[in-house]
């Protein structure tokens, strides 16, 4: 005898193919850039894992992930950083809109309690970003968190290097992220539910604008010249003071 | 028959413990030593006699008085346990702290029961036999065999107490036919009393009531006259209002050892239990648990939790406690575990607030994430980055403990775009051929700015530049003006 309730559960799960029917619209979050909503059509997928393959760090891949993490800080939500390759700075995360005292940074000293706290922060409903260790995650410990995303309706984001896309991996999008120049992202989707791979987006960051900046050979640096921030030039004590 | 109840001004509850001192030693005891027969002796009258003892032993003829020679011959199996006051009196304090849920005004009555006024306290569990139905249940919960007595003042109280738990309270009529009819024996008073009693005649409570109190206080001494006094209610009991202690020790003993953490848990469970009772009576939170295990023989260890917020429910305490108790490296057995707590915060209003925006929800995972990172992989492993109001970048933004956030304003002086990491020494840039080079060659997009800062001590002037390199990336550089060398301080993302 089928139970009514387990078949309506099957048929809310993401991973349930439905013959014939139409493609239920998957739960996203807007990623803030309409052009990469397009591309993934409607946003980054909520309650699946997103793994993000940055060809090298610093090129904007963070930049990618703050209007989210705005969204997600200012609704009283705990934000997990799970081993950053460095130390978040404040200054840029509060200028950027982002609640602080909601911001967790979490080092692991071994494989299985960096599992263990990507499955519990994304079970327990925080907005997981997650770095992968120098020994990349296997394939169980990812379909473990794709599951645990799954079941708790949240997002997470892995990020893990190039040379992982030769190995399969049983989450829901996997991005490819270079840089063209500064400031503009070619992202590759490898992977993605309901879509072919291969799809490019050209992405112009929301920066400090240095496209129309010149690049200064060493030489040619003004040795002199010194911009001093505003209300204060020199360093005379009595001035810093006021 | 509801108005009727209310019609009682004072509704006191005497509870009776018949088996304090069997209960109190159980478990110090192995499951299957608990199936056998067991006594509790005491000494009586110069002999060792027994006190109370199970239903097994009871089987086996074995009944209270009877010397310890006679109860080992009518069964020779018999677990003899010498009375020990001190755990029944902590016992009893637990017992007490569970009233204490139940009304404010609990009286300990030396070890033998405790005293309630319950009066008032049925608007609260919805009619005095719900309150009566559900102590039944937590005290059966404990474990403890109890009898109770309900009268309009302490003492008829405990002269009513009767062989049996009762659920319903009693009618004002029958209270006082109850008590009429209560046999004078049953009155602590001298045996010089108790048989002028007899050559009087009196038999019972209402005999002795009926006779005018100057002949009474003619023929008896004192302490019977502030009793009659008492039982009427002309004189008030004066006997201190049980309070619970300031701080939470509590300790299970097992003599036996316990020697593996899956066997530990158990008693800290109920250890947990009794912290969340405690906690509920004083209505507050505690902010961290310790642990201590103690072995027979060598040092003990121990194990502290730190809790970040509203956590009071032992099940989410025994969670927290399981995953450090992973971590720690236990003796060989463990024969006492302690758990002590001296630090609390009142319960924060929003228990009972309404909460209207759902917030307190995710708040609360919030927090239960967090204490069970803490547990799990320590303090030190989790840390909130903090801005503080500093120009050096490495002190304007610095990793503190989680939950001490001090909210700063942003310091948006700075024109140039800074960067989201920080790399957590500044690293070095090697020079070649006029060219920057870390990890690979570096040029420079824009700057410098300049930053100044600690003049007050050693001073630091540098020069920041936005770099980038082939692939993209983009850099925060620095020079430092008074060495000219150059650093990698952060990376744009």
């Not at chain 1, 503009?184 to 900046?213: E, H, I, N």
């Not at chain 2, 159980?26 to 509790?40: N, Y």
Request: hydrophobic share 40%; aromatic share 8%.
């Amino acid at each position: 005898m089928a139970n009514p309730e387990t078949i309506s559960g099957l048929l809310t799960r993401q991973d349930t193919w439905r013959g014939r029917s139409q493609r239920r619209s998957r739960p996203v979050a807007p990623t803030g850039y309409s052009s990469l909503n397009l591309l993934l059509q409607g946003g980054w997928p909520t309650a699946s894992v997103t793994e993000l393959l940055p060809r090298q760090f610093g090129i904007g891949e963070l930049s990618l992930l703050l209007p989210l993490l705005k969204d997600h800080s200012n609704n009283s939500r705990l934000c997990l950083w799970l081993d950053p390759p460095y130390q978040p700075y404040a200054p840029t995360l509060a200028a950027a809109g982002i609640a602080l005292e909601r911001l967790l940074v979490v080092r692991s000293k071994n494989p299985r309690e960096w599992l263990w706290a990507a499955e519990q922060s994304i079970r327990s409903g925080a907005l997981l970003l997650a770095w992968a260790r120098q020994q990349a995650p296997r394939y169980t410990d990812l379909r473990k968190l794709q599951l645990a995303a799954a079941d708790s309706s949240n997002a997470a984001f892995l990020f893990s290097s190039v040379s992982s896309l030769a190995a399969p991996s049983p989450v829901a999008l996997r991005l490819e992220l270079e840089s063209l120049q500064v400031n503009k992202l070619l992202l590759t989707v490898r992977k993605m539910r309901g879509a072919a791979p291969g799809a490019q987006l050209q992405l112009p960051l929301t920066g400090p604008d240095t496209q129309t900046a010149q690049r200064t050979h060493l030489t040619q640096l003004p040795a002199d010249r010194h911009y001093s921030y505003e209300g204060y030039s020199g360093h005379s004590p009595a001035r810093l003071k006021s | 028959m509801a108005k009727n109840n209310r019609q009682i001004k004072d509704i006191w509850l005497y509870l009776y413990f018949p088996l304090l001192p069997l209960e109190a030693l159980l478990p110090q005891l192995s499951t299957e030593q608990r199936q056998k027969p067991i006594a509790v002796i005491d000494l009586q009258k110069n002999t060792q006699r027994v006190l109370c003892c199970n239903s097994q032993a009871s089987a086996w003829g074995i009944e209270p008085s009877l010397s310890v020679s006679t109860a080992l011959a009518l069964c020779p199996e018999l677990i003899v346990l010498p009375r020990q006051i001190g755990s029944e009196q902590d016992c009893q304090q637990q017992l007490a702290l569970l009233s204490y849920r139940f009304t404010p005004l609990v009286i300990v009555h030396d070890h033998v029961g405790l005293w309630l006024d319950i009066a008032g306290c049925d608007q609260l569990f919805k009619g005095y036999n719900n309150l009566l139905g559900k102590l039944e249940t937590q005290l059966q919960h404990q474990g403890i065999t109890s009898v109770n007595g309900i009268g309009p003042n302490p003492l008829a109280a405990q002269l009513l107490c009767q062989s049996r738990f009762q659920t319903e309270l009693p009618s004002d009529r029958e209270i006082q036919h109850r008590l009429t009819t209560t046999a004078l024996h049953q009155l602590k008073t001298s045996r010089k009393q108790q048989q002028s009693f007899k050559q009087l005649g009196l038999r019972t409570l209402g005999d002795l009531l009926a006779l005018p109190r100057t002949e009474l206080s003619r023929r008896f001494d004192g302490q019977l006259m502030d009793s009659i006094a008492q039982l009427n209610n002309e004189q008030p009991f004066n006997a201190p209002y049980f309070k619970p202690a300031n701080s939470f020790r509590d300790l299970i003993q097992n003599p036996q050892g316990l020697f593996n953490k899956e066997s530990l848990l158990f008693p800290m469970k109920i250890l947990l239990q009794r912290l969340c009772n405690y906690l509920i009576a004083r209505q507050c939170h505690c902010q961290e648990i310790e642990w201590h295990f103690e072995p027979l023989i060598g040092e003990s260890r121990q194990m502290r939790i730190q809790l970040s917020g509203s956590q009071n429910s032992w099940g989410n305490l025994l969670m927290l406690s399981r995953l450090q108790l992973e971590q720690l490296e236990l003796p060989g057995s463990v024969e006492q575990i302690i758990l002590t707590t001296d630090q609390f915060v009142d319960m924060p209003m929003g228990m009972f607030n309404l909460d209207l925006f759902g917030d307190s929800d995710s708040a609360q995972q919030s927090c239960d994430l967090i204490d069970s990172l803490n547990a799990r992989l320590g303090i030190e492993a989790l840390s909130q980055p903090v801005l503080n109001q500093d120009y050096l970048p490495e002190q304007a933004s610095t990793l503190a403990a989680p939950g001490q956030h001090i909210k700063t304003t942003i310091n948006d002086r700075l024109k140039a775009p800074q960067p989201v990491w920080l790399l957590t020494e500044p690293a070095p840039v090697q020079m070649r051929n006029q060219q920057l080079y870390w990890h690979q060659p570096l040029s420079i997009i824009s700057g410098p700015e300049r930053l100044c800062g600690n003049w007050w001590q050693a001073e630091q002037q540098r020069d920041y530049y936005l770099a980038c390199d082939s692939r993209g990336a983009r850099y925060w550089l620095y020079r430092e003006t008074s060495s000219q060398r150059w650093f990698v301080h952060g990376l744009f993302s």
